[in-house]
């Protein structure tokens, strides 16, 4: 069977047995490059059933503090005395979607964070990769709406399919481009801050030779937990990047993945701008609660942008 015939099917596994599941994770993950090991490691990530309850304040120090719909949730406290911002959605919730977008101009530009907002109307959303100062390329491979806008050269992809099933994929540092056919939005992050449940620093391996893992600022990062639970989060506080990785293991992330920081970081929710960057941005990575709204606006993700042949 042809690999986007296969992404196309996913949006109906959700209402599948798991076992379906866990079968496109080690396909997804043997497809894209990764190891036997890593598509192993995700069947168990999403074997495991849900233990507590979506709404209950599981990790001690965090307080839910809205909801919106049955599965998205926003939470805020203090986890190993880092003040935190942490976004969470339920991935088995059909009506939870997620998705990412380019800023209006496309690869090379930058947009303020409210406008790209204000432009998609998403429940929730964070910064996405890393980009270039002074010509606001990003570092990081993107595939929005099933289409590869862009490749990269560094990091760990965030790769999500129709049916929500999200994959934290390797890649070779300026290795040759990895096949995205079988998902819907990549996001090309990095580095790798837990994997497989233990916490991991892989920073020059995937490519960052040059960022400061030890120097404080603050951060952003994405999560997925055992129980299938994707979590957006923003740290108040300038904190290094193994401390981020310690505070993603915290709050139950199975698999995580930085994002950008600094002057980039930013989280929106529900009306509320929890973040706000000190400069425009080239992407971000949404969660919506509703599909109807995801479905109507995802013509905004990459509007009027014609991808950039790969080389």
């Keep these: 069977m042809e690999n986007r015939q296969l992404a196309i099917e996913n949006s109906a596994l959700r209402i599948r047995p798991l076992a379906w599941h866990r079968?496109?994770?080690?396909?997804?993950?043997?497809?894209?490059?990764?190891?036997?090991?890593s598509a192993v490691a995700g069947r168990a990530a999403l074997a495991a059933p849900r233990q507590t309850p979506l709404n209950a304040a599981y990790t001690h120090g965090l307080a839910t503090i809205d909801r919106q719909g049955t599965g998205v949730y926003y939470r805020k406290g203090f986890v190993l005395g880092v003040g935190i911002n942490v976004v969470e959605a339920d991935l088995s919730d059909p009506e939870v979607r997620l998705g990412a977008m380019v800023a209006r101009g496309g690869i090379g530009t930058a947009e303020a964070?409210?406008?790209?907002?204000?432009?998609a109307r998403p429940t929730a959303a964070i910064t996405g990769t890393f980009f270039g100062m002074g010509n606001n390329i990003p570092t990081g491979d993107l595939v929005i709406n099933g289409k590869p806008l862009f490749r990269g050269f560094i990091?760990?992809?965030?790769?999500?399919?129709?049916?929500?099933?999200?994959?934290?994929?390797?890649?070779q540092y300026k290795g040759r481009a990895t096949d995205w056919s079988l998902f819907d939005t990549v996001i090309r992050g990095g580095p790798r801050l837990v994997d497989s449940g233990v916490v991991t620093m892989t920073a020059k391996s995937e490519g960052f030779r040059t960022l400061p893992v030890t120097a404080r600022r603050t951060r952003t990062a994405v999560g997925l937990t055992r129980d299938n639970r994707l979590q957006f989060v923003a740290v108040r506080q300038g904190i290094t990047l193994w401390e981020l990785a310690k505070v993603m293991r915290a709050i139950?992330?199975?698999?995580?993945?930085?994002?950008?920081?600094?002057?980039?970081?930013?989280?929106y929710f529900a009306g509320n701008y929890v973040a706000n960057?000190?400069?425009?941005?080239?992407?971000?990575?949404m969660i919506y609660h509703r599909r109807a709204q995801f479905d109507a606006m995802r013509q905004q993700?990459?509007?009027?942008?014609?991808?950039?042949?790969t080389p």
């Design 301 to 309: 993700f990459a509007a009027g942008y014609q991808p950039t042949p």
């Design 252 to 267: 139950g992330a199975y698999h995580a993945v930085a994002l950008d920081g600094g002057t980039s970081t930013a989280m």
């Design 277 to 285: 960057p000190g400069r425009g941005l080239t992407n971000v990575l």
């Design 23 to 37: 079968k496109l994770a080690v396909t997804c993950v043997l497809l894209a490059g990764g190891s036997l090991a």
């Design 113 to 119: 964070f409210r406008q790209m907002v204000r432009r």
């Design 155 to 171: 990091g760990t992809a965030v790769a999500i399919t129709e049916g929500n099933l999200v994959s934290f994929i390797p890649t």
